[in-house]
């Protein structure tokens, strides 16, 4: 019986290693929508361009950016922040709420 159970408990593990090979242990990210660029104005009177995005289980302004450029950002994390926050109001970065939308900065190089 002990064998037996043995057995069941390496299938297990197995099984468990191998989910989170072929699929990863958090759920993958869908890409959005392709939703339009828009423009809104800054404090110092500077346009900046967004896009609204819904926010996901995992996400962060950080992950949301690169997945949407597909590769690293061109300026600092402090700025995204900044211009987080300026595209919405009262709201910060750090306490994004899963199933709200949200007007995230769109960089060009």
């Not at 299938?11 to 990210?29: E, K, R, S």
């Not at 900046?48 to 061109?74: C, F, H, Q, W």
């Not at 900044?82 to 009262?90: I, Q, R």
Request: net charge neutral.
């Amino acid at each position: 019986m002990k064998k037996l159970t043995w057995f069941f408990i390496l299938c297990f593990v197995a099984y468990i290693v191998y989910h989170d090979v072929t699929n990863g242990t958090l759920p993958a990210a869908t890409k959005t929508a392709a939703s339009q660029t828009q423009e809104a104005k800054t404090e110092d009177g500077d346009l900046l361009n967004y896009k609204t995005m819904k926010v996901k289980a995992g996400d962060t302004i950080l992950s949301i950016m690169e997945k949407e450029r597909d590769r690293p950002l061109p300026i600092s994390i402090e700025q995204l922040i900044k211009d987080f926050e300026t595209l919405n109001p009262g709201v910060k970065a750090e306490s994004l709420q899963i199933g709200k939308t949200y007007k995230f900065p769109v960089y060009k190089e």
